[in-house]
């Protein structure tokens, strides 16, 4: 039998492979193990039942599964990424690259395009191809400074989509938390931030992902949000943050004093915008996609296979 601290072990390990896509000798280096200890260990999660492998070996699982999902939430499309047999590592990418692909063909000359943060919108840009549209404008939806892994951060990822559209693009320079609701009041009316949450207020386009703040939170690891926060968050019932706004298990913004200091866009004005496009894949956002889903925040969804097949049978997960 596997004592709790073993278990404990075994579900960080299989969380950096499985979600995170580390390699085995970096998980390894982690822990300060061999590599042979820590293939051990992911054996050891999937013979008692830590990690489940799903394998589908029909090839209308794809477009049935983006059918079924798009009629339950109504939603106008949904692409899942077949990733069943991809390595684990390569995930990540392969989900950057179907979104890259899936957006680019949205984009119209013209239109004005905002973007939140996070992972995988930083893949999806990554993986997007040079293609010189007319007159495209790319929006910041939320602030966002600070020096740890600036690449994820909405400036700079409007920046970098920008450079591959060949269009403009906004900077909303601001902090996405500031301390305090009078200081946020404050930051907003100052014009050049004024005139960018105006811009993104209007886009044609809005690109989000959708975060779990209690499993490989970005904004955990950006230092945003302290365990005490972690558990006010949690005694309301939050299940997922979109564009820096946290949303309870049925997709209601919940009234908690973090989400008025939010330098950004707020959820029922994007609402506004017919094309959300919400990106988010990986077990751990389950929960997550499920609340953007029922709150209606999005019209759009790409995801991968195993995260889209739980959203839609909630009976095959298994509670550890």
Request: glycine share 6%; hydrophobic share 40%; aromatic share 6%.
């Amino acid at each position: 039998m596997l004592n709790a601290d073993n278990k404990k072990l075994i579900v960080k390990i299989s969380k950096l492979y499985y979600y995170e896509s580390w390699t085995q000798e970096k998980i390894a280096e982690k822990f300060n193990v061999s590599r042979p200890f820590i293939s051990k260990m992911l054996q050891k999660a999937r013979e008692v039942g830590i990690v489940e492998i799903l394998v589908h070996d029909d090839p209308q699982q794809m477009s049935e599964l983006e059918k079924d999902m798009e009629l339950m939430f109504n939603l106008k499309e949904v692409l899942v990424v077949p990733t069943r047999d991809i390595n684990k590592e390569l995930v990540t990418s392969a989900v950057g690259k179907a979104a890259a692909q899936f957006v680019q063909k949205l984009i119209k000359n013209g239109d004005r395009i905002g973007v939140s943060w996070g992972n995988t919108l930083y893949h999806m840009v990554r993986e997007f191809p040079l293609e010189k549209k007319e007159n495209v404008k790319i929006v910041p939806l939320v602030g966002g400074t600070g020096n740890e892994r600036t690449e994820m951060h909405s400036n700079q990822i409007a920046y970098e989509l920008s450079k591959k559209l060949g269009g403009k693009c906004e900077s909303l320079y601001a902090p996405s938390f500031v301390e305090t609701e009078q200081l946020k009041e404050q930051i907003v009316r100052l014009p050049n931030i004024a005139s960018v949450l105006e811009e993104g207020e209007k886009v044609d386009i809005a690109l989000v992902g959708i975060g779990n703040p209690y499993s490989m939170s970005t904004m955990e690891r950006f230092g945003y949000l302290s365990e005490a926060i972690l558990d006010e968050l949690r005694a309301l019932d939050v299940v997922a943050d979109i564009n820096s706004r946290f949303i309870n298990r049925e997709g209601q913004v919940v009234n908690h004093s973090i989400n008025n200091k939010v330098i950004g866009i707020g959820l029922e004005s994007l609402k506004q915008s017919n094309n959300v496009i919400g990106l988010a894949f990986g077990l751990h956002k389950i929960e997550s996609i499920r609340a953007t889903l029922k709150g209606g925040y999005i019209q759009m969804l790409v995801t991968d296979e195993a995260t889209a097949y739980r959203i839609l049978k909630p009976e095959t997960e298994h509670h550890q």
